[in-house]
């Protein structure tokens, strides 16, 4: 009978992790990539998410880590974006920077938006 719920409880532990997922999802950056939009606007997105993702980390390795050398650099940015995190959660430094990389993306997006149109005018007109 032991085994039995041993087996069990080990069945029932691997279908949760399955279906919750380690490391937790990051939503915000779920959320921005896969909004509703045409193919051009997803490339887009993923283009405006990159950028920023770009700036934003160095940036922030500037603030948070311009005391630390090359070969530390890696270690300490992932234990600061790991680092107290649940299966159900992020931790609040890793929220808070794709928070502000997103709000980054989005100003990229909604500037291509606008400048694209036009520049798409100009080099069918031309």
Do not use: W
């Amino acid at each position: 009978m032991t085994c039995i719920l041993y087996s069990f409880r080990y069945q029932l532990i691997s279908v949760i992790l399955l279906l919750s997922g380690f490391p937790p999802a990051d939503d915000d950056v779920r959320n921005f990539l896969t909004a509703d939009g045409s193919q051009f606007d997803a490339y887009h997105r993923v283009c405006a998410f990159l950028e920023a993702l770009f700036e934003h980390t160095a940036a922030t390795i500037r603030e948070e880590f311009g005391d630390v050398d090359d070969a530390e650099l890696s270690s300490r940015f992932r234990t600061r974006m790991t680092e107290g995190q649940t299966f159900q959660n992020p931790n609040s430094f890793r929220k808070a920077f794709y928070r502000e990389v997103i709000q980054n993306a989005n100003k990229k997006f909604m500037a291509a938006q606008v400048l694209l149109p036009v520049q798409l005018r100009c080099d069918l007109a031309g």
